[in-house]
């Protein structure tokens, strides 16, 4: 006998049905509480904790959004006041290997966690 697991709804249930009506199917021997089946929830993406995320708004009202900042750099009594100047690296570097050079940074904000 085939079993099909994808395709009913309920796979607990339906291997229940086969235990208990053993004179159409045969025993199976399957024990459906040590059945591994599938959360009927998706898992979370997990939260990467190496990088801070920074919203940057420039003089032009251009936004530039999730700009990544390792948290080793960010270590410190100054909190978050380093975050301008590697975005301002950073925003050099870009603008070295593209040839378009961005305008100043007007402001500077975390990223809310979502």
């Not at 999730?66 to 100047?85: C, H, M, T, V, Y």
Request: aromatic share 6%; net charge positive; hydrophobic share 30%.
């Amino acid at each position: 006998m085939r079993l099909r697991l994808g395709k009913v709804k309920n796979n607990r249930k339906y291997y229940c049905s086969l235990l208990v009506n053993r004179r159409h199917h045969g025993y199976l021997g399957i024990d459906p509480d040590s059945l591994h089946l599938e959360s009927p929830m998706a898992r979370k993406k997990p939260i990467n904790t190496d990088f801070a995320t920074f919203d940057v708004i420039y003089q032009d009202g251009t936004l530039s959004s999730n700009r990544k900042i390792p948290l080793s750099e960010l270590e410190g009594f100054d909190g978050d006041a380093p975050a301008k100047a590697i975005i301002e690296a950073q925003d050099r570097k870009i603008a070295a290997l593209s040839g378009r050079a961005r305008g100043p940074i007007k402001t500077i904000s975390r990223t809310p966690n979502r």
